[in-house]
C-alpha cells in the first residue's frame, strides 16, 4: 500500500513518500526535488511538470499555470478577474460559473476546465511516484489550502479520482506543516499546551495558523489566511515597477508581448531573491522585445518602499490568529516561518515587531507540508505503524442548513457547524415531516470566506418517504463534517413510533453535535424540547422496551445537488478524456524514440563503416550503404522530420539489411577468436583427464579429439586465406557446436564404460549369492 503525501504548490510541487526509515522526498527526473505545476500543450503532445516549464516559452499561449487558483472559483470573482490578466490564456465563463480554458490542441479547438487540467497534474505526479516506488500508487494525502471552501475541496478530490488517486485527506497546509513539526518533538509537556504559530507565505496567500501542543497530541486553534497575498505579489510590484520604467526609457510596451511578460516575471522573481542577501541588485535581459536589450537597477530600500502595502497585509490574519486563539503574543513560545516568500527580510522584521520574537526558521520551507501529508497518509494507513498521535483539526468556516420554512440551528442564522468545529464532526437533526423535503447548505457568515465566495453550497432533495404518515412523523437526519472538511448529509431514516400518536404537530428540530474529537453535546432548536435528553419523571424498564419495540427505523433516498460540482458521469467521460490524451502522449513519445533511434544509428553506422567496419565491406557495400545514410538523414530533415513510428521503423529495418551483414562478419571476427581459445582449453582439459582412463576408453577419446582439432586446422587455414570482407567459411557458432560435440562424446564414452562397470559388479553379485547358497544346502 502506497503511503504519499503530495503538496500541490501555485508554482511548485513537492513528493513525500513514508518508508520504514522515515520520510523521504522523492527526485523528479532532473533529479530536483521541486516540480514545476505547469501543463503546456504542444502541437501534438502535452509536456508535464518539468518539461512543460522548459517548453513555456515555446508555448506561452497554451501554457497553464498558477492552476490551484482557478479551481473551483467563479469566472466573475474579482480576484479571479486579476490573476486572469496575469497569464495569456484565452478563458471563458462556464455553464456552471467557472472557469473554462481555450487552446489549440491536435489542430483542433479544445476546451478543459480546471479539474482537468488539476487532474492531468495530479497524474503526471502518480507517475513519477510509482516510477520511483516501482509500485502502484492510490492512496494519498493531498495539502490544500485552509481557505479553499467546499466547492474546491471536491474539486480536489475529483481531480484526483479522475487521476486513479484515492485520497484519504486532505489536509490543510499548516496543519500538515504543524504535523511535521511535532511529531518529532519529545520536550513537550503531558498537562498544558505549548502554543506555536505558523506562517506560511507561498507564492500566492499567506495561511496563519495557531497550534496547541501536547505529548502525543496536537490541536489547532485558528486558521486565518489572506488568500491573495504571496511571493508573486511582490514580484508583481517589480514587475510593474520595471515595466512602466522600460516603456519610458526604452520606449517599449511588455503588456503587448506574452514571452516579454513571461520573461520580465522571471527576471522580477530572480531579482526579489537577489535582494534577499543583498542590499541592491542589476536587471539584465537580452533582447527582451523589439530586438532591444534593457538594463535596470534597485535597492532593497526601494523596493520594500514599493511593497510596502503588502507588508502591511500580512500583519492582519497574523492578528485576526492570536485573536480567534484566544491567545497574546506572549503566550506564543515559537514562530516557525515557512513557504516561497517568506525569504524576504522586511516581513522578518514585522513579524519579529507583532509576535515579539525573531521567526524561526528550523522547517523546510519548500517541503514541510509534504513530509506533513505523508506522516498522516502513514497515521491513516494500516500497513504503517506510527507513534500514537492525535491530530485535531477545526473548520475554517461556518456551515448552514435551512429548509423552505427557515434555517435549521440552534439560534437564528442557520449555523449547524459553527467556525472552529473540530474535523471531523457529526449532527443529527430530527425533522417534523410528511413527505418531500428539500434542505439546502450554505455558508451563514459571508464575512469569514474569501472574497467572492458564492454563499450556496449544495441542496438534498429528501424522500419519497417510505410510508404515508401523520403529521408527527420524526425524520431523522444525520449531517457531517467529514475529515477532507466537507459538508454533506450522511443519511436520512424515518422514525415511525407507534407508541405516542398524541404527539404534537409542531416542526421541531433538535441538533447533537457528536465530533470524533470532542465531548459530545445536545443543542435544541426553534425552542423545542431535546428528545434525547427529555425524562423528569423516573421511567421503568418495561416503558422503554414498549417504547423501543413501537418504533421502527426506514431509510430515506437522499440525492444531492453541489452547486458548481461534477456529476459522476462527468467525472468518468474526464478519466476517459485523460486515458485518451495519456496515450496520445505515449504514442508521441515512442514515435520520438524511434526516430532518435534511426538518427542515432545513421551517424554510428557512417562512423562505423570507415573504421571499424572498414575491412569487413566491399567497396560496392560501402558505396551502397554509404548512399542509404545519406538518402535517410536528408530524409529525416525534410520529409521525415515529422512521421509515423511505423515510418522510422521501417527506414531504420532497410538500413539493417544493408548493415546486419558487415556487422556480422565484423562481430563473429571476435568471437571465432574466442572460440577457438575455449575450444584449445578444452582439448587441453580431455587430453588431462585422458590420463586417467584404461586405455581402450582413452584411446577413444583420443580420437575424438584428433578428429576435432583436424577439422578446425583445416577450416582455420581456409578462412585465413580467405578475405575478410566476405561472409566467413568458419563461423564462430560452428566452433561451437563442435566444442559441443566433443563434449557429449567424450561423456558418452565415459558413461557407457561406467555402464559396463556396473553391470559387472552386478553380475558378481549374483554369482556370490548362488555359492553362498549353495553352501548353504
Known amino acids: 500500500m502506497s503511503v504519499v503525501g503530495f503538496d500541490i504548490g501555485n508554482e511548485n510541487c513537492v513528493i513525500a513518500v513514508a518508508k520504514h526509515r522515515g520520510i523521504d522526498v522523492l527526485l523528479n527526473d532532473e533529479s530536483k526535488r521541486e516540480t514545476p505545476a505547469v501543463i503546456c500543450f504542444g502541437e501534438k503532445q502535452r509536456f508535464l511538470g518539468s518539461a512543460g516549464a522548459a517548453s513555456a516559452m515555446m508555448h506561452p499561449k497554451s501554457t497553464i499555470s498558477q492552476i490551484k487558483r482557478f479551481i473551483g472559483r467563479r469566472f466573475s470573482d474579482p480576484d479571479m478577474e486579476r490573476d486572469l490578466k496575469m497569464l495569456p490564456l484565452e478563458t471563458s465563463e462556464g455553464p456552471d460559473g467557472g472557469v473554462l480554458i481555450h487552446l489549440k490542441y491536435l489542430q483542433r479547438d479544445q476546451t478543459f476546465t480546471p479539474v482537468q487540467i488539476m487532474s492531468m497534474l495530479f497524474a503526471h505526479l502518480k507517475t513519477m511516484t510509482e516510477k520511483d516506488l516501482e509500485a502502484p500508487v492510490s492512496d494519498c494525502v493531498i495539502g490544500i489550502p485552509s481557505y479553499f471552501t467546499d466547492l474546491q475541496r471536491r474539486a480536489y478530490l475529483d481531480a484526483a479520482r479522475i487521476a486513479g488517486l484515492k485520497p484519504l485527506r486532505l489536509i490543510h497546509d499548516c496543519t500538515a506543516t504543524a504535523l511535521s513539526y511535532g511529531i518529532y518533538k519529545t520536550n513537550f509537556q503531558s498537562e498544558g499546551f505549548t502554543y506555536v504559530a505558523f506562517i506560511d507565505i507561498g507564492q500566492c496567500d499567506t495561511q496563519v495558523c495557531i497550534a496547541g501542543f501536547q505529548s502525543r497530541q496536537m490541536k489547532v486553534l485558528s486558521h486565518t489566511f489572506d488568500r491573495s497575498l504571496g511571493g508573486r505579489d511582490f514580484d508583481e510590484v517589480l514587475f510593474t515597477h520595471f515595466a512602466e520604467k522600460f516603456k519610458e526609457q526604452y520606449s517599449i510596451d511588455v503588456y503587448s508581448n506574452a514571452k516579454a511578460c513571461l520573461r520580465l516575471r522571471a527576471a522580477c522573481e530572480k531579482l526579489k531573491k537577489v535582494l534577499s542577501a543583498n542590499p541592491e541588485a542589476p536587471l539584465n535581459i537580452e533582447c527582451l522585445m523589439d530586438e532591444k536589450d534593457v538594463k535596470g537597477f534597485i535597492t532593497r530600500e526601494e523596493f520594500e518602499s514599493l511593497a510596502s502595502g503588502l507588508l502591511e497585509r500580512i500583519s492582519k490574519p497574523c492578528s485576526q490568529a492570536l485573536l ?29 515587531s507583532l509576535f515579539k520574537r525573531e521567526p524561526s526558521r528550523k522547517l523546510n520551507a519548500s517541503e514541510c507540508v509534504a513530509r506533513g501529508c505523508a506522516l498522516q497518509c502513514a497515521m491513516l494507513s494500516p500497513t504503517y505503524r506510527v507513534r500514537d498521535y492525535e491530530v485535531q483539526d477545526i473548520s475554517p468556516f461556518s456551515y448552514g442548513l435551512a429548509s423552505d420554512e427557515g434555517p435549521i440551528s440552534v439560534g437564528s442564522n442557520g449555523v449547524i457547524f459553527p467556525k472552529g468545529q473540530y474535523i471531523p464532526s457529526t449532527a443529527v437533526l430530527r425533522l417534523q415531516r410528511t413527505s418531500f423535503f428539500q434542505l439546502e447548505a450554505f455558508y451563514p457568515n459571508q464575512y469569514e470566506l474569501p472574497p467572492g465566495t458564492f454563499p450556496k453550497i449544495s441542496s438534498f432533495m429528501i424522500g419519497p418517504l417510505p410510508e404515508s404518515h401523520s403529521s408527527n412523523t420524526t425524520v431523522k437526519v444525520r449531517v457531517q463534517l467529514n475529515l477532507h472538511g466537507i459538508f454533506s448529509i450522511e443519511s436520512a431514516t424515518l422514525i415511525v413510533d407507534h407508541a405516542d400518536d398524541n404527539h404534537s404537530n409542531y416542526d421541531a428540530m433538535d441538533v447533537d453535535h457528536v465530533s470524533e474529537t470532542s465531548d459530545s453535546s445536545n443543542f435544541v432548536a426553534n425552542g423545542a424540547e431535546d428528545s434525547t435528553n427529555k425524562s423528569d419523571s423516573p421511567q421503568s424498564s418495561a416503558d422503554y422496551s414498549r417504547k423501543d419495540k413501537a418504533k421502527r427505523k426506514l431509510p430515506i433516498p437522499v440525492n444531492e445537488n453541489i452547486y458548481g460540482g461534477m456529476t459522476m458521469a462527468e467525472i468518468s467521460e474526464a478519466h476517459e478524456k485523460e486515458l485518451q490524451l ?179 559388479k552386478f553380475s558378481e553379485d549374483i554369482d556370490g549369492d548362488k555359492r553362498d547358497t549353495s553352501n548353504h544346502s
Do not use: C, M
Open 324 to 352: 480567534e486563539a484566544g491567545l497574546n503574543a506572549e503566550k506564543i513560545v515559537s514562530v516557525e516561518l515557512v513557504g516561497s516568500g517568506s525569504r524576504i527580510p522586511a516581513v522578518s522584521t514585522l513579524l519579529t
Open 582 to 760: 495519456a496515450q496520445q502522449d505515449r504514442a508521441v513519445e515512442l514515435t520520438k524514440e524511434k526516430k532518435n533511434t534511426l538518427e542515432s544509428y545513421v551517424y554510428e553506422t557512417r562512423s562505423k563503416l570507415f573504421n571499424a567496419y572498414r575491412s569487413f565491406a566491399s567497396d560496392q557495400e560501402r558505396d551502397d550503404i554509404s548512399r542509404s545514410l545519406q538518402e535517410t538523414e536528408d530524409w529525416l530533415y525534410e520529409d521525415g522530420d515529422d512521421e509515423t513510428e511505423n515510418a522510422y521503423t521501417s527506414k531504420l529495418e532497410d538500413l539493417k539489411r544493408l548493415v546486419d551483414p558487415i556487422e556480422n562478419r565484423y562481430k563473429d571476427d571476435e568471437e571465432r577468436a574466442q572460440a577457438i581459445k575455449d575450444f584449445s582449453a578444452l582439448v587441453s582439459d580431455i587430453h588431462h583427464f585422458a590420463g586417467s582412463l584404461p586405455p581402450q576408453e582413452k584411446e577413444l577419446v583420443i580420437n575424438e579429439i584428433n578428429k576435432a582439432v583436424q577439422w578446425l586446422t583445416e577450416k582455420k587455414q581456409q578462412q585465413d586465406s580467405y578475405p575478410k570482407n566476405r561472409d566467413p567459411i568458419l563461423w564462430s557458432s560452428n566452433i561451437k557446436s563442435v566444442i559441443e560435440h566433443l563434449n557429449q562424446s567424450v561423456h558418452r564414452i565415459v558413461r557407457s564404460r561406467r555402464t559396463s562397470e556396473d553391470n559387472d
